[in-house]
């Protein structure tokens, strides 16, 4: 079992940045891809970036690109998400996941089901 602990969310104003963090206990000695998603209120959790186990690889959210930016530490088993130039939109729960892979994998999942844990969330509110 991996366990999944987030933070870094608040409240922030439009244009603001916010980092969020992910650290990982339990069994880190797996290799994992770790990702991002976020679900706002009345709507579906949809992911939002992910990175492959060597950091080599990340995707994003279409809609997201050049604004966020996913890294890792495994050293650390921590995974990060920097969030600028912020929009009310951007408002809602904050989940970190992580999918076992192969050793060595460069892929990074984008759906909900690929993942095996996740994290309770943290919220993002972002004022107008």
């Known amino acids: 079992q991996v366990q999944l602990v987030e933070s870094g969310g608040g409240v922030v104003q439009a244009g603001g940045s916010l980092r969020l963090s992910c650290a990982a206990s339990?069994?880190?000695?797996?290799?994992?891809?770790m990702g991002w998603f976020r679900q706002a209120p009345g709507k579906e959790r949809e992911f939002v970036a992910g990175?492959?186990?060597?950091?080599?690889?990340?995707h994003y959210a279409n809609s997201l690109k050049g604004r966020f930016t996913i890294s890792r530490d495994n050293s650390k088993n921590t995974v990060d998400l920097q969030m600028n130039s912020l929009k009310p939109e951007d408002t809602a729960v904050y989940y970190c996941?992580?999918?076992?892979?192969?050793?060595?994998?460069?892929?990074?999942?984008?759906?909900?089901?690929?993942?095996?844990?996740w994290g309770q969330g943290t919220q993002v509110t972002v004022s107008s």
């Open positions: 990175i492959s186990w060597s950091g080599g690889n990340t």
């Open positions: 996941a992580a999918d076992e892979i192969l050793y060595g994998s460069r892929y990074v999942p984008e759906q909900k089901y690929e993942y095996d844990y």
């Open positions: 339990g069994r880190t000695d797996g290799t994992y891809a």
